[in-house]
């Protein structure tokens, strides 16, 4: 006879993340012709059903139900009080004392604890008959065995998965509220004077062991933390902007969704807007064009200027820059390294600030760190530089430092 299976899962649990649980419990189910398989675990002296597999000739239970473990069977059954995998309940005085075998009822059953890698008991993976099996054989025992630690596995790689987001999340909340990373002040150089024009500001956060500041933004974006961490970045940022001379320009990195989420206006709000100039980063991956402009004009009203970096070629990019029309454009320094000695990364960048002079932006070059680059660079029509041989990321006082070197 041919039964169709229904398969609920609780959604507040990592097993309901995890969705090889629902083809193990109708495999196993369905191979013992049973029409109850279930996914139980203990907590705070309950048993929870995580996940349920029916047949629907009974209700039985629902996923997210919870009892009292005391006189389960999947107490029972973990306790050693009950054997694993029993034919005919009315062969076992234990098995008879239990409510639910007359409730449901239940005349044979397979059940086996899940084991975690520490040795505790999750839970109990059972299939249960109404009616006694007695063609029940140590095979169907190993088979639900070896599916029962097959779910410990991916239940304790989702477990983990958990903590690790927990652990992730209390970080980076950590982070936050400390204020748990500094600034790093990156000179903005004229290629024609040698004269500092700016400063771009770079993030280096704290907690050890270091990670780069790539990783801890693409670790709030998978939590969804992203843009409370930029936040309190940029919020940082906009304090050390009254201590800059005022000659020069504010660069602070931005990605599109704060840009068009982050109410940016109200954060730059002040007598030192006109000094700001936002860096969009991934400026290829965003939502919507038309919000993304909206809020550009917001910022340009308030006198903050906008740069776009690691401008490149492609079609795309390029397409994407006609539509914001930034200020500046940034050369990423791939294509910086060495160019002094590579025609087509020469023909390259005259290319892009032709490009850019159509559309009233100034270049801006990443990560020069010879002479022999800026030079080329300036003769490319480069306006503006940056990088090692022009000033290294430090304090305002390196900065300030840095602005009597010409």
């Known amino acids: 006879m041919t039964h169709h299976a229904t398969f609920r899962i609780a959604s507040t649990h990592t097993a309901a993340r995890v969705p090889i649980i629902d083809e193990i419990l109708s495999t196993v189910r369905r191979h013992l012709d049973m029409p109850l398989a279930y996914l139980a675990v203990f907590d705070s002296g309950d048993v929870v059903y995580r996940a349920v597999s029916t047949d629907r000739r009974a209700p039985y239970f629902e996923a997210g139900d919870r009892r009292p473990a005391k006189g389960s069977y999947c107490l029972a059954v973990r306790d050693g009080r009950l054997p694993q995998m029993l034919a005919d309940t009315r062969t076992n005085p234990v098995a008879m004392s239990l409510p639910a075998t007359v409730m449901l009822p239940v005349g044979a059953y397979v059940a086996v604890p899940l084991l975690m890698a520490d040795g505790t008991a999750y839970g109990v993976f059972c299939c249960m008959s109404h009616d006694p099996m007695p063609n029940l054989s140590e ?52 290629l024609h004077s040698n004269a500092v024009v700016g400063a771009e500001a770079l993030c280096r956060f704290r907690p050890t062991p270091y990670r780069n500041p790539d990783t801890w933004f693409a670790d709030a974006r998978k939590i969804g933390m992203q843009r409370e961490l930029e936040r309190a970045v940029i919020l940082k940022t906009l304090d050390r902007l009254e201590d800059l001379p005022r000659a020069l320009t504010l660069s602070i990195n931005v990605s599109p969704d704060m840009m068009i989420h982050g109410n940016l206006p109200a954060m730059i709000d002040g007598p030192n807007s006109d000094r700001i100039v936002l860096e969009l980063t991934e400026h290829n991956y965003f939502d919507s064009m038309t919000d993304l402009q909206t809020q550009i004009k917001h910022l340009r009203r308030m006198g903050a200027k906008i740069a776009v970096d690691d401008l490149s070629a492609a079609h795309s990019s390029l397409s994407t820059v006609l539509q914001i029309k930034p200020d500046f454009v940034k050369l990423d320094s791939e294509l910086v390294r060495g160019i002094h000695m590579d025609p087509a990364s020469q023909a390259l960048t005259a290319g892009i600030v032709h490009f850019a002079k159509a ?16 030079e080329s660079l300036h003769k490319l029509g480069v306006k503006f530089g940056q990088g090692y041989f022009l000033g290294r990321p430090g304090g305002m006082n390196a900065l300030q430092a840095r602005m009597y070197q010409i």
């Open 359 to 374: 559309i009233n932006a100034d270049v801006i070059a990443e990560g020069v760190e010879r002479v022999q680059e800026a």
């Open 139 to 190: 095979r169907d025992l190993a088979i639900v065995t070896n599916f029962a630690q097959l779910l410990a596995d991916a239940i304790g790689s989702g477990v983990k998965a958990d903590q690790d987001g927990r652990d992730m999340r209390q970080q980076i909340e950590d982070v936050i509220v400390d204020r748990d990373f500094t600034l790093l002040l990156q000179p903005i150089v004229a």
